[in-house]
């Protein structure tokens, strides 16, 4: 069973709730009690890999490089 991120509307408290898949039990604010809560989007992390992802890179230089040996 997956832990799900809910946020609170009324006190803007963030937690975590464990449930079922495919449930859609109401979440309740474990902060002020209140039923209002909106289940938040997953963090994901993402691992950038290879060239051209930062701005050290020269990308520039890889496509004239391109363009060159097509004139040739």
Do not use: W
């Not at 803007?12 to 979440?27: C, D, P, T």
């Not at 938040?40 to 040996?69: C, E, F, H, M, W």
Request: aromatic share 10%; glycine share 8%; charged share 25%.
């Amino acid at each position: 069973m997956p832990f799900y991120r809910y946020e609170c509307e009324d006190c803007a408290a963030v937690f975590k709730l464990l449930q079922q898949n495919g449930s859609s039990s109401s979440a309740t604010c474990p902060h002020c009690g209140s039923r209002k809560a909106k289940r938040l989007l997953p963090r994901i992390g993402v691992i950038y890999k290879g060239n051209g992802y930062y701005t050290t890179d020269s990308r520039a230089k890889q496509g004239n490089a391109a363009a060159d040996k097509a004139e040739d």
